[in-house]
Structures are given as structure tokens and as C-alpha cells.
């Protein structure tokens, strides 16, 4: 793509040009402990993720076991 247009920009592609002006001169500010929280978040998620996995395999097992037991399901998909 060329910057370089003979058309002229439209009222709503010039406020979009600005505003990405914007963001492109500002810098956010980040806290220092944010990184730290991010990273413990992703800690404890991925830390938990495995049991959680194997909890819901087991419950739909049981219940996948059940229906066959009464009757309900057949056991084809």
C-alpha cells in the first residue's frame, strides 16, 4: 500500500488518521507490578487447567457410564 493517494481523504478517514496520530505519540504507562500480576495469573491458570480438565473428563464419564447403565444411550455417536 501507498500513502501516496490522489484522491482526498474523507472527514472520517481524516479524525482516524488523528486519532491513530495519537496513540501512535503516547506511550501508555504501565505499573510496575502489572507484569508480576500477569505472570502469577498465568501461573495459577496454567497450574489449574490440568485438574479442571481431568474433573470434567471424569464427570462426563460417570455420566456418559450412567445413561448406558439405565438405558438412555446406546453408546453410538
Known amino acids: 500500500m501507498s500513502d501516496d493517494r490522489s484522491e482526498p481523504n474523507t472527514p472520517a478517514e481524516q479524525r482516524l488518521e488523528e486519532l ?3 496513540l501512535a505519540a ?3 504507562s504501565a505499573d510496575p507490578a502489572f507484569a508480576a500480576t500477569v505472570v502469577q495469573r498465568a501461573r495459577f491458570q496454567r ?3 490440568a485438574p479442571l480438565r481431568t474433573v ?3 464427570v462426563a464419564a460417570v ?3 450412567v ?3 439405565i438405558g438412555l ?3 453410538k455417536r
Open 56 to 58: 470434567g473428563t471424569l
Open 20 to 22: 491513530l496520530a495519537q
Open 67 to 69: 445413561l448406558a447403565v
Open 26 to 28: 503516547e506511550h501508555p
Open 73 to 75: 444411550r446406546t453408546g
Open 47 to 49: 497450574a489449574v487447567v
Open 63 to 65: 455420566g456418559e457410564s
